[in-house]
């Protein structure tokens, strides 16, 4: 078995809990992950801090052009050889270059129950249709806005007093254990997809990996 850290690229747009999630759970040994790039579409961006505290090399790539930003991203993103790409929070759609120079390498952290709600404003979307559960899903990206293959979701209960922040506050800590225990997958090298299917120790799934509350995965 790969027992070497597993090279990571991190891309985000804002507050970077779920960054700082890896790079807590590195530090603590939860997880053995060589992070050598933090992207950021936003120069403001409050996760940058994380990794600058982390030691973690940063670029801010903010074109406005969509085939600009996507040669930008794909070429920092060659320059680091990453085995895993994390979308966390990142807020740009990534067209066919990094997609096709990274194919099963890049997954993406969503807050809704997928196939539900691809887009935005899933937490809104979930109570006006009355879901009696909501939560966050972790998908290979492919060219489908939110629709690649799902490797694991974590649920929680909707409350009737629940508001979108309410709801949103809640998942939060969920969606970090979900990122937390995939990416623990991942550097075991246990998941990987192959013709749009997720296999986990070789075996197709039929069904997202769900987190139960010992944040494991089953
Ligand atoms: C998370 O809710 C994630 O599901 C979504 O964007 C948010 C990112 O939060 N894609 P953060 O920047 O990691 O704090």
Redesign the pocket.
């Known amino acids: 078995m790969n027992s070497a850290p597993l090279r990571m690229a991190v891309l985000?747009?804002?507050?970077?809990?779920?960054?700082?999630?890896l790079i807590d759970a590195n530090e603590s040994g939860a997880v053995n992950l060589d992070i050598r790039l933090v992207i950021s579409s936003n120069k403001d961006?409050k996760?940058l801090e994380h990794a600058c505290r982390a030691g973690i090399p940063i670029k801010v790539i903010a074109e406005s052009n969509s085939s600009d930003q996507d040669k930008q991203v794909t070429a920092s993103l060659v320059n680091c050889d990453p085995e895993l790409i994390v979308?966390?929070?990142?807020?740009r759609i990534l067209g066919a270059e990094p997609l096709d120079a990274f194919p099963g390498r890049l997954i993406?952290?969503?807050?809704s129950l997928l196939p539900l709600y691809p887009g935005l404003d899933t937490y809104q979307r979930a109570l006006d249709a009355g879901d009696k559960f909501h939560g966050?899903s972790i998908h290979f990206v492919t060219p489908e806005l939110d629709g690649g293959p799902v490797i694991s979701q974590v649920q929680i209960k909707v409350l009737e007093i629940d508001s979108a922040p309410a709801l949103?506050a809640r998942?939060?800590p969920r969606?970090h254990s979900l990122l937390r225990s995939t990416v623990e997958l991942f550097c075991h090298r246990r998941v990987e997809m192959k013709h749009d299917h997720v296999y986990v120790d070789g075996r197709k799934q039929t069904e997202p990996l769900l987190l139960n509350e010992n944040d494991q995965l089953e």
């Open positions: 985000i747009s804002g507050t970077g809990s779920n960054l700082k999630t961006a996760g979308l966390a929070g990142y807020m993406n952290l969503h807050p966050a949103a998942l939060g969606e």
